[in-house]
């Protein structure tokens, strides 16, 4: 699938933007710092999974002073092309396909599936569990929207349940009426758990390759998912989560949280065994990062049937320039690829008959050549 053409208005810098002409292959978005470049990935990013990789809130995108934004993308997909459209206001969006509206962000998810690497996804070995949640729920999301519904579901109910703990912990009610909110976490939470499992046992299928692939056959990437529950038998996952809810009752009333579920786990990435996060070099976790996100590619077409678009956010930079090439030609030749960077040395050669080459500057944006 690819954007077929991009239109913006009120959002970030952008007072209106117009790009009709994106390339099937690569696009590339050269400019100074606080230009834009990254603002247009974030558009890209937002048709697609409905949320920000840089803010959760809505208002922050819509341009200084101006009321709302909208958002407009023609997506060419194998069957059909889709017109996506979604209006940022101050409280709340609003999102339509094909000019029909979607009162439900999940029912708008999926349409464009993209798959972003950025700086900040070096955070993805380095940072805390949280961030490895997020990015499991984020790409699980785009091609399951049955997952995003249970997630939602799990995170109600555990927010109900946290706030029962607390009133229990003030003995303003009794302990019984936490069986109902138990019933349910280990519903929705043993649901979530099993399809990020499964998700990481393929996800690791792809990403072993290509890590061994970029490490010159040196390296063998292995993911573990962390399991905050004690469950061997994936089968018993339900009824184990609500033995340990009751067992873990008590610490719970005191602590005012729930201390077992998906909320709680871990994603741990390993080379030749060992914790990247703990003893990985820099460039191992780099490289470590980049095969995750390289491998989402190839599961996105496992599992919709066609490649997503690779958003490369800044990425360049970090790569050597015989990297940088190899890297933007060889998915170029597969998937839509859009690059930000601040200088086009290193893909000076590729750049006149493979790429299209856009200016961006203060908000602007001129194709270029
Ligand atoms: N809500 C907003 N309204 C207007 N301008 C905004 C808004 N939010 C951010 N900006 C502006 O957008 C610009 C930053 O754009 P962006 O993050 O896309 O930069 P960039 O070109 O990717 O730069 P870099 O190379 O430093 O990453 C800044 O000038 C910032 O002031």
Redesign the pocket.
């Known amino acids: 699938m690819w954007i077929k053409r991009l239109e913006l208005r009120n959002f970030?810098?952008y007072d209106s933007l117009q790009l009709f002409d994106l390339s099937p292959r690569v696009n590339i978005l050269v400019?100074?710092?606080?230009?834009?470049?990254?603002?247009?990935?974030?558009a890209m990013l937002l048709l697609s999974v409905g949320k920000s990789h840089r803010t959760n809130k809505d208002a922050?995108?819509?341009?200084?002073e101006a009321d709302f934004a909208t958002l407009q993308a023609v997506i060419e997909r194998q069957e059909r092309a889709y017109r996506l459209d979604l209006t940022l206001l101050p409280k709340g969006k609003k999102s339509a396909v094909n000019g029909v509206e979607k009162r439900k962000m999940s029912d708008f998810v999926g349409h464009l599936n993209v798959v972003l690497f950025a700086p900040e996804d070096l955070q993805l070995i380095k940072g805390g569990p949280q961030q490895r949640r997020r990015f499991l729920d984020v790409e699980i999301g785009q091609v399951s929207p049955q997952y995003l519904y249970n997630l939602t579901q799990y995170q109600k109910v555990l927010l109900q349940r946290n706030s029962l703990l607390k009133e229990i912990g003030q003995r303003k009610v009794g302990e019984e009426m936490l069986m109902i909110w138990d019933d349910q976490l280990a519903v929705y939470g043993s649901k979530v758990i099993r399809k990020r499992l499964e998700f990481v046992e393929r996800l690791e299928g792809f990403a072993k390759e290509i890590h061994m692939r970029i490490s010159g056959g040196k390296e063998a990437l292995s993911f573990h998912y962390q399991n905050s529950l004690d469950c061997s038998d994936l089968t018993r996952m339900e009824e184990i989560y609500r033995e340990e809810l009751t067992a873990k009752r008590k610490v719970d009333i005191l602590r005012g949280s729930t201390s077992v579920g998906p909320h709680r786990d871990d994603l741990e990435v390993r080379i030749d065994e060992r914790k990247v996060q703990t003893f990985g070099s820099q460039g191992q976790q780099r490289t470590a990062s980049l095969s995750m996100k390289l491998a989402e590619i190839e599961l996105i077409k496992a599992e919709v049937g066609e490649y997503p678009v690779l958003l490369l956010?800044?990425v360049l930079s970090e790569l050597d320039e015989e990297r940088q090439l190899h890297l933007v030609k060889s998915m170029g030749e597969k998937v839509q690829t859009i690059v930000?960077t601040?200088t086009t040395f290193g893909l000076e050669h590729f750049l006149s008959e493979e790429a299209n080459v856009y200016r961006?500057e203060?908000?602007i944006i001129a194709k270029e050549g």
């Open positions: 970030r810098n400019g100074q710092n606080a230009q834009g470049k990254t603002n247009v990935v974030e922050e995108m819509i341009r200084f956010d800044d930000t601040t961006v203060r908000g």
